[in-house]
């Protein structure tokens, strides 16, 4: 059966009321097929976030409306072994106070901080170095990271062949593995294989329909934008570190102003919702971005280093390498659903940002199959 979590948004929230109101949802959850995992309580944030085994999210609203009448302001699916790899548990804490009239009280927020490591495209990789030395560099990075992430407090909750996602409580605890990691990862390793690092901070459920989808956004973003050997942290994340780590380390942290940080997920997010579209050009993106061409030029210079026309062409490309990675596709599908015109002008992209063929990518992630 599926497993939803939603978020109910209420003002003045306190972890008693949500006691009761989770006692009550016990009572009538059979009626409705579904199965009470646990939840989370931010007193602070007033966010209460529910994980219930259920046949569909109707369910899961009707069972709510009829013990409490709190009907859930989002819901989505979820896996149960993501959510433990992000928020460390998917039943009640084995410490929550259980008061004399039998009800279990704990707070127990939800709100993480998420530091994201990216790397060079393991198959580009092997392409330019070779297997060996492809190896022993992903191992030293892997080793450095999983070592400062025990240290520090964090949990593996994601890890694809370019990069890590690791949740933390504490955002100063993230702030310190970060450095950990770029002090103990030598900077000629760190350049060869493209180490970068984001840290964003957030809760499960925002506007995404994934799990923590808009801090993992943001922070791919940041990552996108970092400079070699440095960390890129959000405003969200520099408000909760202690200030002495900044003052102390500031050279290796980088920033925008709150500003600057809306406009680069503006620029992503307008990126993410038109990439396919082969239409979609820069007057397009001058339009969606209420922009002169000047004025958008300037921005995205300033903000990712690179003009809008490179910026959307290289956003069609990483994606393209996404799509020949998830399954089998010919070089006019990649082409087509990348928002490339011709599948000649792709593979012209393509071998000049990548330095080989899309073909020879292809027989590359084939071989690594084999």
Known sequence: MPIYMDVHLVPGVKAKDVAEAHRKDLLHQEEYECKCMTYWIDEQRETIFCLIEAPHKQAVEEMHCKAHGLIPNKIIEVSDALVESFLGRIYDPADAEMTREGLKIFSDPSFRVLLLTKIKDPVLLRHELGNERTKELLALNNQVIRKNLLLHGGREAEHEGSGF???????????????????????AEATTIGFKIGINAGEPIEKSNKLFGDAI??????????????????????????????????????????????????????????????????????????????????????????????????????????????????????????????????????????????????????????
């Open 165 to 187: 996602i690791i949740s933390f409580s504490s955002a100063s605890e993230a702030a310190l593995c970060a450095l950990s990691i770029m002090n103990e990862l030598p900077l």
């Open 217 to 370: 956004q943001l922070a791919a973003h940041l990552c996108h934008v970092a400079g070699n050997h440095s960390i890129a942290i959000s405003n969200s994340v520099r408000e909760l570190i202690a200030k002495d780590h900044i003052q102390n380390r500031q050279h290796q942290f980088f920033y925008f102003s709150p500003q600057d940080e809306n406009l680069l997920e503006l620029l992503f997010n307008k990126l993410e919702q038109n990439w396919q579209d082969a239409d979609f050009d820069i007057p397009d993106y001058c339009r969606a971005m209420a922009m002169s061409k000047s004025q958008l030029y300037r921005k995205t210079i300033a903000l990712t280093g690179l003009s809008p026309n490179l910026l959307l062409k290289e956003f069609r490309l990483e994606r393209a390498r996404e799509l020949m990675k998830r399954q089998c596709y010919t070089i006019a599908q990649i082409t087509f659903d990348s928002g490339f015109t011709s599948a000649s002008y792709f593979t012209k992209c393509f071998k000049k940002k990548y330095g080989l063929l899309p073909m020879a990518y292809l027989d590359l992630l084939h071989d690594q199959f084999r």
